[in-house]
Every structure is written in C-alpha cells, then in structure tokens.
C-alpha cells in the first residue's frame, strides 16, 4: 500500500546525533492542528512518560494549552528557537521556507497525492504531506515508528495492557532521518469494530490512509469523477 520513493538528495553526512528529549524539544504547528495534538500526546505518554499525559489527548478536556506543556510544547513558526530540537507538522506548502531545501519541497509536490515526507535537516525533523487532508496521519505515524520507536501493535484490552513498544529511556535520538512514501493506491481502509479502545491503535496505524473511525468500502465512486463510471468494459 505504500511505496518508499528512496532518499532525497541532502548533505553526506549530519554534524551530530540529535538527541530529543521533552524539554528540548518542540513541536512546530504548520497549520495542522490535528496531528500536533496526537503527536503532542504520544510523545508525552510514550517518550517522556509523563505524569498526566492524558490530559493532552486529542479528545481531552477541558481543551489543554498545548503550548505550555512542560514536554514538547507546541510553537508556531514565529516562535521557533534556534537552541531548541523543531518537529515541523503540516503540509509541505506551509514549512517555512528555509526549513527544508528547495529541490526537496519540489520533489515531494510533484509526488503523487498523499506522499509524506519525513526528513532530518539540522536540529529540525520535518513531518509533511503534500495534499491539505487534516485526517492524512501518516507522517507523525511513520515518525513515530521509525524515529522515536513508538509502534501500537495491537488495541489495548480491558486488563488495561497495551501492546506498544517506546524507548527505555524518557527520549531518543535521530541521526539520519530521511523517508519519503508514495500511496499504491487511492484507499485504503479495514474495520475492527466501533469500540473506543481501538480508536487511537486505527488512527495510528500506518497501513491506513485514514485518520477517523475506519471503514470497510467496496466502491471507488467517490474517487473517481462519475463520466468514467463504465467508461471502459
């Protein structure tokens, strides 16, 4: 379902191993707010593992401040600090220019629709899309995964066990980070039922293309415009 396009073009070699860590990093807000928010949360549960890291759940109230959470708060492009480790979240037309070299933003534009991009340049990681779909999670779920080693293998049970792995530690670290992914096809969706426990393992789950309560679907007309319908027999 999905194809890695391969490495980007960028520099040999990284001057050092980035380290992050919930008070040396922040999360940059590049105009999705729903991915900050479930980054924000899995990284405070999962990385830090934070006291009252569910008080940053995406669905948490009342509402939190996500920008003066104690662990990787969130900023937005006007507030990046030059000390800090930055994760960029958003859409490949809103990282701020600068951020990422030009070459590379062409590429990943020209790439076909729902690519992600997830790219170490400097002390920033950058997590993009190049389609504006505020459900598409596949960049912070690929970064979680193959970055911070925070991977959900399964729902947790009624035991209140869970089946994720996370680092032993209360951060990890980055040295060459460079994955672009290209969808295979236009969908893709499965179903485990609509109980609540599995609803964070479907959002998070990187086979999906979607990031709301999953479905299965045996048509394709809503992709397709309705002139093809049988266009061809």
Known sequence: MWGVAGMLPGPAARAETLQVRGDNTVIVNCGDAYSVAYLQHFLIRYVAKAAGAEAYAIDAKPKPDRATSLNFPVVSTNNVS?????????VIDRIPEG??????VERVKAARRGTVLVRREGNAVVCARN??????????RIFLDKAAGVRMYAPGGADGLEWVSMPEGDSFTIDHLDIVMEPDFAK?????????????????NTMVSEGLDLRASHTFTSYFPPDKYHAER
């Open 82 to 90: 030059a000390d800090k480790t930055s994760v960029y979240v958003g």
């Open 99 to 104: 951020v990422l070299p030009a070459d590379v």
């Open 131 to 140: 389609v504006p779909d505020p459900w598409n999670l596949n960049a912070i």
């Open 188 to 204: 893709t969706t499965f179903s485990s039922g609509g109980y609540k426990r599995n609803v964070h393992w479907l959002r998070m």
